[in-house]
């Protein structure tokens, strides 16, 4: 009998290592070194949202072009970024985030622009690994990316379908939201 419940744990256990697999599929690695980045560093809270379960799983950030996340994507951009890239990412100690020139063409993609953020670049620009959450650097990401102004064949991270209804930031016209709207990625 013991030696039954032995082998039962043993094929229970190896029967969760196919989930645990899935549940990254992805794999991200640092933006100067090509070393695998450490998740581990993360802060525990907001490291299994729906939108970083996703992202883990498909490269893309659901939280891109989706309204109702956009004051407090931009709130979490003035505090963390805007400092040494610009108010709307126009470039200050930093390089321009607004435009279709990237020092690592990568940060086209979402999957180079968290590594970017998550593992930091060169100089000033420090890792966020353990300073915001995952699922934070993903809201920070969609506030870069609604902050654009290139041509729009250059956005790379945007479906053909996002492409045909992009209208550029217009910083003039802008007005923070004053309203909670709460945060809700569409079902797919
Ligand atoms: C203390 C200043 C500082 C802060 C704060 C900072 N950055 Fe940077 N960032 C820099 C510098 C300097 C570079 C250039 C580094 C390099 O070329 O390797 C840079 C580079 C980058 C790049 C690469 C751009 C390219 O052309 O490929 C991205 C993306 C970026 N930062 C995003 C962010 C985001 C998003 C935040 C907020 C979470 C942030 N940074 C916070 C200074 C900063």
Same mark, same amino acid.
């Given at each position: 009998?013991?030696?039954?419940?032995?082998?039962?744990?043993?094929?229970?256990?190896?029967?969760?290592?196919?989930?645990?697999?899935?549940?990254?599929?992805?794999?991200?690695?640092?933006?100067?070194?090509? &070393?695998?980045?450490?998740?581990?560093?993360?802060?525990?809270?907001?490291?299994?949202?729906?939108?970083?379960?996703?992202?883990?799983?498909?490269?893309?950030?659901?939280?891109?072009?989706?309204?109702?996340?956009?004051?407090?994507?931009?709130?979490?951009?003035?505090?963390?970024?805007?400092?040494?890239?610009?108010?709307?990412?126009?470039?200050?100690?930093?390089?321009?985030?607004?435009?279709?020139?990237?020092?690592?063409?990568?940060?086209?993609?979402?999957?180079?622009?968290?590594?970017?953020?998550?593992?930091?670049?060169?100089? &000033? &620009?420090?890792?966020?690994?353990?300073?915001?959450?995952?699922?934070?650097?993903?809201?920070?990401?969609?506030?870069?990316?609604?902050?654009?102004?290139?041509?729009?064949?250059?956005?790379?991270?945007?479906?053909?379908?996002?492409?045909?209804?992009?209208?550029?930031?217009?910083?003039?016209?802008?007005?923070?939201?004053?309203?909670?709207?709460?945060?809700?990625?569409?079902?797919?």
């Amino acid at each position: 009998m013991r030696k039954f419940v032995k082998f039962a744990v043993v094929v229970v256990a190896f029967a969760f290592i196919p989930m645990l697999a899935v549940a990254q599929q992805i794999t991200l690695v640092h933006t100067i070194t090509g &070393m695998p980045l450490d998740l581990s560093l993360s802060p525990k809270e907001g490291r299994d949202t729906p939108a970083v379960k996703e992202f883990l799983k498909t490269g893309h950030d659901p939280y891109v072009g989706v309204e109702s996340c956009l004051h407090e994507a931009e709130e979490l951009f003035l505090t963390a970024c805007s400092g040494c890239h610009g108010h709307v990412a126009e470039g200050k100690l930093g390089p321009g985030l607004n435009d279709n020139y990237w020092t690592y063409p990568k940060n086209m993609t979402d999957k180079g622009l968290f590594e970017t953020i998550y593992g930091g670049a060169k100089s &000033m &620009m420090g890792p966020q690994a353990s300073a915001r959450t995952m699922d934070e650097i993903l809201l920070i990401i969609a506030w870069v990316r609604h902050l654009y102004k290139g041509p729009v064949d250059d956005a790379e991270w945007l479906s053909e379908d996002q492409k045909a209804h992009f209208v550029a930031f217009d910083p003039d016209n802008h007005q923070p939201e004053t309203e909670e709207v709460e945060c809700e990625i569409p079902a797919q």
